[in-house]
């Protein structure tokens, strides 16, 4: 499996933006799906996930009620959809890929299977 984040770049706090992630693989409507973000010297942080039927998703408690994740198993393709910038939110974000088709959208990231490159958001203030 072939993770491909994209969607990443500079915007302004307050601003929105939106990251997609589009594994490869014919079963990606059965995997559970993560995003996670990372800065340097720092330790990769749970943004989102959601489970394989797109029924349920959990939050990081530093995006809840800012961030929403979504998926289109028809496209095959996880979104995040991030809002109220903030200068903190400044990371690369990954897309992981859970293949034990989750019901509980899983957090952790050990649990995860593969991941993607990661795409660069920045949010100045």
């Known amino acids: 499996v072939q993770l491909q984040a994209c969607g990443g770049g500079l915007v302004q706090a307050g601003g929105s933006l939106k990251v997609s992630c589009a594994p490869s693989?014919?079963?990606?409507?059965?995997?559970?799906m993560g995003w996670f973000r990372q800065v340097p010297g720092k330790e990769r942080e749970f943004v989102a996930a959601?489970?394989?039927?797109?029924?349920?998703?959990y939050y990081g408690d530093a995006v809840k009620g800012r961030f929403t994740i979504s998926r289109d198993n028809a496209k095959n393709t996880v979104y995040l959809q991030m809002s109220s910038l903030k200068p903190e939110d400044t990371a690369v974000y990954y897309c992981?890929?859970?293949?034990?088709?989750?019901?509980?959208?899983?957090?952790?990231?050990?649990?995860?299977?593969?991941w993607g490159q990661g795409t660069q958001v920045t949010v100045s203030s």
């Open positions: 992981a890929a859970e293949t034990k088709r989750p019901t509980i959208p899983t957090t952790a990231a050990p649990r995860y299977d593969y």
């Open positions: 693989g014919r079963t990606f409507s059965s995997y559970g």
């Open positions: 959601i489970n394989w039927n797109g029924l349920a998703a």
